[in-house]
């Protein structure tokens, strides 16, 4: 490796060179180390230095002969510091201003029999730094004439031919290497010649050029699968007498050509090159013999691993062997921590489809392995807990692996990893004097929860004997995986985990949420408990209810965030389960909820916030669960704390006015009409957020566009639907507010969202009815002229020209436009069915043009639903029988209201529906 620069000397270019000898700290180098470090500027030459340096480059560069550029070379290793630096001085102004000339020039030099050896090969050397680096923009190869190029590239082949000795041959392998990369990289044209030479001499020469070859070819660029062809039966066959050389340089570099030409071609080659896996497999052992040499095994494990995950169709032949040679590997003690991991990264490369055809008892060996991955684990796993999965994680590779892995080999094998045999070995672990192996044991268990339920449904008393008692073990870390465990089984095994065990499992995590020393343990508990309340039976809970929601409510006032967020969504889900025995604890709990929430707004931050959150669900989760004759006498200071948190929130806090507008509608379904006295402090805001939206502007600033859109299109898509709940529910009462709901739900028809599309449809009918019915009371008579209030301007006061009126001519357009563009059946569906529902509140509105075109386009999507030309009962999607049934009810309701001036229509639905019936006949 060439020495630092040395800083005394200014110089154009700081370029790297291998060509003198070796000076300690007097070299000066031609070629700094890299590239990209900032170059020193030379002093500029004045003009009469110029005019010399530009005699001596015409008798270098335009002599026939050698003599002056060999001069040159040979004085650039002088010992004389005058000599060294008028060369150097001579070899930079060369470099600067004759680039094309100088490499052809030192290119012949290499190419004439008659130069010295040592001269040669400083002139490899120097090519080498000359043209190093070619990919990079300040390469000298960038500011060469493609005709010099091309003379350059011929002459490159004759010396690789001609030359064998190694001083020669390794630095010009390496400047071809990386120009020849970089004609292919960077679409510089061809090399004609190029890979015939490389193939020419991998099979000639001396073993050290034949290297050499191999090193060129691991470094071709992954595109060259059409080049490469017609010498690829000759390369496996070269190949593989490679790896089975004794020299073990050889053998790595054959391993590592044979990866990257089963990378570089098709699997139309799979079946050829398929001789070369198993050498490969085995040359990662030969390796492994040797302690010398694991480091070579890793390098080569490393490149199976990775030709795993590209290529994972070559190994199908032989998949057993090359599992059972894996496995053999993790498991071998003797062997670094390392070369097992990467053993087994590589049988974790396979998709599950690959490992779902592995043999049975390969399975199993490697799940057992797996089990000795997780009880690798560092001594503090309680540092890493994942609440969302149910799994306490360690920090280690090993165990991430080992557990991400099991959890695959469960969910694609399921119960052929059988109980029994699990079950006869994981009690040794648990017996384990180390806390490791026991925390191991227990982990496992939950991870195979879910492929392996129905098996261990079978034996879930001797599962859970082995949990419980985990969960007494005197090592905190084990206690911390048992709780995980629980959690994950309360997921998959319910209900059975429940109604055998529900008393002892509750009993065990109240023990938990009980020890105050380990506030990580509380908080995985509560996330449990979450789990196991979901579905579990109040009568299970009674016993200990008054226990747990003391703990629960003395937590939430614990200084962890954390364990405050997940004592509040246990409390939320045990109220939820409890039900009508909830009551008994409803006092205490809404109190302590009431003061946490008017707490939480004094001192607003993140961290406040997100339990403001927590704390929202929580209370109307109460509500929810006591029900309106309860929760009545604290639900008006209730209204008033969540009216006050809406007040203090910014404009991007999404996520909590999401929770609020949950809270409301879930409060309107408890209160039914008594929630009317505050629908007026709700509306404002709940308009708001339906109005949220981007503006152009606004779309190029964000950055995170999908994360911001999705949080915000949630925010307008749930006060959509408390929009709707609310017309739905008070109809004619809220005709104040139909102006403002009907500017924000009309266009939305036609919104991008789905969802959101889907309940502005559903709101049309609804908007309708609460307009009419106003009308018929007579309680938009303020919207008058004058707001007059005479008998005879109200009995003036014609239908026809109302409010209702204009209304219909904006809703039913609106709604026939929407028809047209969905794309959705579901959504079409639900759009007949409201432009049915409005025909019915607003016929005698329509003139008879506006039903014409109503009807012509019900035709057409009832044209678009019979192109599967379906008439038997199972062809019909549940999708296009509700179009139909949608179409059918609106022609139904067409005839009720116009009789007559309908025929013509129904006419044409008639003519639909027998065509119909004839295609199906005909198919």
């Not at 985990?497 to 949420?513: F, N, P, T």
Request: charged fraction near 25%; aromatic fraction near 8%; glycine fraction near 2%.
């Amino acid at each position: 490796m060439a020495s630092p620069p040395n800083s005394k000397i200014d110089k154009p270019l700081s370029v790297k060179s291998d060509i003198l000898p070796k000076r300690n700290d007097k070299l000066r180098p031609v070629m700094a180390d890299d590239d990209h470090k900032p170059r020193k500027k030379a002093r500029a030459p004045r003009n009469f230095e110029k005019d010399a340096l530009r005699m001596q480059a015409r008798d270098i560069l335009g002599s026939p002969n050698h003599d002056a550029i060999e001069t040159l070379i040979a004085n650039l290793a002088s010992p004389i510091e005058t000599v060294l630096s008028e060369a150097e001085n001579l070899y930079y102004f060369l470099r600067r201003e004759y680039p094309n000339a100088l490499s052809l020039k030192i290119s012949k030099v290499l190419l004439h029999s008659l130069t010295r050896p040592k001269i040669k090969s400083e002139c490899a050397s120097l090519l080498q730094n000359l043209i190093d680096s070619p990919s990079h923009y300040e390469s000298v190869w960038n500011f060469i004439s493609p005709m010099i190029k091309t003379d350059l590239k011929i002459a490159f082949l004759e010396i690789l031919r001609q030359e064998n000795s190694s001083r020669i041959c390794k630095p010009i392998w390496k400047t071809v290497s990386e120009v020849f990369n970089c004609i292919i990289t960077k679409e510089q044209g061809e090399w004609p010649g190029m890979l015939s030479c490389f193939y020419e001499r991998l099979r000639s020469g001396p073993s050290y050029v034949q290297d050499f070859a191999l090193m060129f070819f691991l470094k071709l660029p992954m595109c060259l699968r059409k080049q490469l062809e017609p010498y690829v039966n000759n390369l496996y066959l070269d190949f593989l007498d490679k790896l089975n050389s004794f020299n073990e340089m050889r053998k790595r570099l054959a391993l590592a050509a044979s990866i990257h030409l089963v990378g570089q071609m098709s699997s139309d080659y799979y079946f050829l090159l398929n001789g070369l896996l198993m050498p490969m497999i085995k040359g990662v052992l030969s390796f492994l013999i040797n302690d010398n040499e694991e480091g070579y095994a890793q390098e080569s494990l490393r490149k199976l691993v990775e030709l795993a995950w590209v290529e994972p169709r070559f190994f199908e032949s032989h998949l057993d062997e090359v599992f059972d040679t894996m496995v053999t590997i993790a498991e071998n003690n003797r062997f670094l921590e390392d070369t097992r991991y990467l053993a087994v990264e590589m049988m974790s490369a396979f998709d599950d489809y690959v490992i779902k055809r592995v043999g049975k008892k390969i399975l199993r060996r490697l799940f057992f392995e797996l089990v000795e991955m997780i009880s690798r684990i560092e001594d503090d796993p309680m540092g890493d807990v994942d609440y969302v999965n149910g799994l306490c994680l360690g920090t280690s590779q090993n165990y991430l692996l080992g557990v991400t892995f099991m959890y695959r080999i469960s969910m694609a094998t399921g119960d052929q990893i059988r109980m029994p045999v699990l079950l006869k070995e994981l009690p040794t672990y648990m017996a384990a004097a180390e806390w490791q192996k026991r925390y191991a044991a227990v982990t496992v268990i939950g991870v195979i929860a879910n492929g392996c339920a129905k098996a261990m449904r079978d034996h879930l008393s001797e599962v859970m004997n082995m949990v419980l008692k985990s969960m007494l073990d005197s090592s905190p870390h084990v206690r911390l995986a048992a709780i995980g465990t629980i959690k994950a089984m309360s997921l998959e095994l319910s209900p059975d985990l429940l109604d055998k065990h529900g008393h002892r499992l509750i009993a065990s995590l109240y023990l938990a949420l009980a020890d105050d020393h380990y506030p990580d343990r509380q908080a995985v508990a509560a996330s449990a408990m979450n789990y196991l309340c979901e579905g579990c039976k109040s009568c299970i809970l009674e016993p200990y209810l008054d226990k747990i929601v003391s703990k629960l409510l003395a937590l939430i006032q614990s200084p962890s965030p954390v364990l405050k967020a997940e004592a509040l969504n246990t409390l939320a889900f045990v109220a939820r389960s409890s039900k009508d025995i909830f009551t008994k604890c409803y006092d205490l709990v809404i109190t302590y909820l009431k003061k946490f929430l008017a707490d939480a707004m004094i001192w607003p931050s993140a961290a406040s916030k997100s339990l403001q959150d927590n704390a929202l669900e929580c209370i109307w989760t109460v509500a929810m669960a006591v029900g309106e004759d309860i929760f009545k006498k604290d639900a008006a200071e209730v209204v008033v704390l969540l009216l006050s948190v809406r007040w203090y929130l910014a404009e991007d806090d999404h996520r909590l006015k999401v929770t609020l507008l949950r809270a409301w509608a879930e409060l309107l379904s408890c209160f039914g009409s008594g929630f009317y006295p505050y629908v007026k402090d709700l509306m404002p805001n709940l308009l708001q957020s339906a109005r949220l939206g981007f503006r152009d502007e606004e779309i190029d600033e964000i950055v995170d566009w999908s994360a911001r859109e999705r949080v915000v299109l949630t925010e307008k898509l749930m006060a959509c639907k408390v929009l709707f709940r609310l017309t739905s529910k008070f109809k004619e009462k809220l005709f104040p507010w139909i102006d403002q709901v009907s500017d924000i739900l009309i266009p939305l028809v036609i919104f991008h969202d789905g969802d959101i599309r889907n309940i502005a449809v559903s709101a049309m009918p609804k908007l309708l009815l609460s307009a009419k019915l106003s009308v018929e009371k007579k309680e938009a008579i303020w919207r008058l002229p004058n707001c007059c209030s005479s008998h005879s301007q109200v009995a003036a006061f014609s239908l026809t020209n109302s409010y209702l009126n204009k209304l219909v001519r904006r809703v039913v357009p609106s709604l026939l436009e929407a028809l047209n563009k969905e794309t959705d059946s579901e959504i079409c569906a639900n759009i007949l069915k409201s432009l049915s529902k409005c025909i019915k509140i607003s016929g005698p509105f329509l003139s008879e043009k506006k039903i014409e075109r109503i009807a012509n386009a019900i035709i057409q999507v009832q044209k678009a639903t019979s192109t599967k030309q379906f008439s038997k009962e199972e062809n019909a999607t549940q999708l296009e029988k509700e179009i139909i049934k949608q179409v059918v009810n609106y022609f139904s309701t067409l005839i009720k209201i116009y009789k007559k001036s309908s025929w013509t229509f129904v006419d044409e639905l008639l003519e639909c529906i027998k065509d119909m019936l004839v295609s199906s006949l005909h198919q």
